[in-house]
């Protein structure tokens, strides 16, 4: 296998409303708005106007938004994603950073459906949506997520295969649900 890559550079998604996004992303959740590039140019066979703004995270990386000048380019690009929970992006906090999102959260007046909490075992998490009914899930590992991982990576390929199999039965012995039951 070569060489992987070394971080994120950024993810990107379109927003309806910049404003919206950055005051979700900056004032609510804290990232900070990093850069801001105007564009315009050819792209996919016409001329496009767009405004690109970069929400900065600790390691460098950075989630990115869209917002086009025209309508049509909006309809064109700006896809509804299907209201899932399984599409997110998850991102690393530490305990002190996810509870200063959860009082960020609140502050905002955000309440379910629009945030909860799961706890998963190998790491708790906080879901949040955003203005374009995004999913964003800050996780924090749990205190033992090293040796959890490391049972996972053992068994990777093989638990695929079984669950491809047919055999779904849960290997997650870490969940607080499945600990609780087994005393």
């Not at 979700?24 to 106007?49: H, M, N, S």
């Not at 906090?93 to 509870?99: L, R």
């Not at 749990?142 to 068994?155: L, M, V």
Request: aromatic share 10%.
């Amino acid at each position: 296998m070569g060489k992987l890559p070394s971080r994120l550079h950024h993810t990107a998604y379109v927003s309806k409303d910049l404003e919206a996004t950055r005051h979700f992303y900056e004032d609510i959740l804290g990232f900070p708005l990093v850069a801001t590039w105007c564009e315009q140019e050819e792209l996919f066979g016409k001329e496009r106007t767009y405004c690109h703004c970069f929400f900065g995270m600790e390691d460098g990386s950075a989630l990115a938004f869209f917002q086009f000048a025209h309508e049509d380019d909006d309809a064109e690009f700006n896809k509804p994603v299907p209201a899932s929970p399984f599409r997110h992006i998850a991102l690393n906090v530490d305990e002190e950073a996810q509870a200063e999102i959860e009082k960020r959260i609140a502050a905002a007046g955000i309440e379910p459906p629009g945030t909860y909490v799961l706890e998963h075992g190998y790491c708790r998490s906080v879901y949040v949506v955003d203005p374009d009914g995004m999913i964003v899930e800050f996780c924090c590992d749990a205190p033992h997520a090293e040796q959890i991982n490391a049972i996972r990576a053992k068994d990777a390929h093989s638990e695929l295969k079984r669950w491809l199999a047919g055999d779904h039965s849960p290997n997650n012995d870490v969940r607080p649900s499945v600990l609780q039951s087994a005393d």
